[in-house]
């Protein structure tokens, strides 16, 4: 036996075991092993040939991969592919499936994930009601392309405080996603952008170690999967539509293509630039799924405030409508919402980005009469000016 199944990192001994896989395949994990039973099964003086590390590190790369780095074993996992020229017509059929329109961006995706590991990229949703359309082959298809660098989480385990399972992974794959909860949301949003995050394992001390993983979300909720703002610029969000035809040996298919379609990554030029610190710009993975989840997302009484409105513009024949906070107050009062000044302020100045007059000014005030008539009266004070544009615009649905 060969003395690198052995590795001793700083004063512990590990053993280099490949287990067997359903697919035929090997996966290498490192477990502790004693010197008293590498001494029994090997002799004495096999001991000091056993190669010895100072500590262990993460260093993610695919073209230019060191296990020893500096003195440090490299837990990253090496990609198993021997890369070479050819064709990939299936794998070509499953991104035209999965990115549409956005192809192009959907390869420099992939590409700065085999080229750049450590590159900040958008968190990816793959949404659809529908079912078979082929998320999961595509999953399935990057976790034989990453290996052991990509692993699968639940809603659960995600939001566990225990992270030593997927701290130092590539992708970060949650099926079924369902985070109702801000605190998730904020979780995921800080994971995507920071370089930094906190190892916990079960019955161990916290630490510091250097994060790159990149997340992929998938959810067959496309309304309201995730808690976003309008705002918000670091999801890139797909509805995938639903296969024609199935093809049960599709995968197989993909797998054969693997090194073929990381030789044309590892020689194709990519074709946006860096934009900003995700890469690619809000403008570029901006979709109509993306704008229906944060329409989805504005809550009770923005919705009911801009359904108010809009049937005061119809009714009263107006392109535009002048607007107090507490004339917003009044309005949806007489609708039941419970709400309050400060909430609405923050709506109209924040959420909206409205400017009031600077002086209080005579305008001309929405009112809802006891029928449930709409109405204008002359009021005055420092109104807000909400154009139909506007609202059509932002509030589609």
Request: glycine share 4%.
């Amino acid at each position: 036996m060969k003395y690198t199944t052995y590795i001793r990192v700083g004063t512990c001994y590990y053993k280099l075991v490949n287990v067997p896989t359903i697919a035929g395949q090997f996966n290498e994990i490192i477990v502790p092993w004693t010197m008293e039973a590498i001494r029994q099964d090997h002799g004495r003086d096999f001991i000091g040939i056993i190669k010895k590390y100072d500590g262990f590190t993460c260093l993610p790369s695919h073209i230019h991969f060191k296990r020893d780095c500096h003195g440090f074993y490299n837990t990253y996992a090496p990609l198993p592919h021997e890369l070479q020229e050819g064709d990939f017509p299936y794998k070509l059929q499953l991104l035209k499936h999965i990115f549409g329109q956005q192809l192009n961006l959907g390869m420099d995706y992939l590409q700065l994930l085999f080229q750049k590991p450590i590159q900040v990229l958008p968190i990816l949703c793959l949404v659809s009601k529908e079912r078979s359309t082929g998320t999961t082959t595509f999953l399935k298809w990057l976790k034989t392309v990453f290996d052991n660098n990509l692993t699968y989480l639940t809603n659960d385990s995600f939001s566990s405080q225990f992270n030593v399972d997927w701290a130092n992974k590539l992708l970060i794959c949650i099926d079924e996603v369902l985070f109702n909860k801000e605190e998730l949301t904020e979780r995921i949003k800080y994971l995507s952008t920071t370089n930094f995050n906190k190892l916990e394992a079960k019955g161990k001390d916290k630490r510091e170690v250097e994060f790159f993983g990149k997340f992929i979300l998938c959810s067959n909720n496309e309304d309201n999967f995730i808690k976003i703002d309008s705002n918000e610029t670091r999801f890139w969000v797909l509805k995938i539509p639903s296969l024609k035809k199935e093809e049960t040996q599709f995968l197989g298919y993909l797998e054969s293509e693997i090194p073929a379609f990381l030789y044309y990554l590892q020689h194709r030029e990519l074709t946006s630039p860096n934009r900003t610190r995700m890469w690619f710009s809000p403008a570029q993975i901006k979709t109509k799924a993306l704008e229906n989840l944060m329409q989805n997302n504005r809550n009770r009484v923005e919705k009911e405030l801009v359904s108010i409105f809009l049937s005061a513009m119809e009714t009263l024949e107006l392109e535009e409508i002048h607007v107090c906070p507490l004339d917003a107050l009044q309005l949806l009062n007489r609708t039941r919402i419970k709400t309050d000044l400060t909430q609405l302020r923050h709506i109209l100045k924040k959420d909206w980005k409205l400017l009031n007059q600077e002086n209080s000014m005579v305008y001309r005030k929405l009112m809802i009469w006891q029928d449930g008539g709409m109405g204008l009266t002359d009021a005055k004070g420092r109104y807000y000016s909400i154009k139909r544009d506007f609202l059509m615009e932002y509030f589609r649905e």
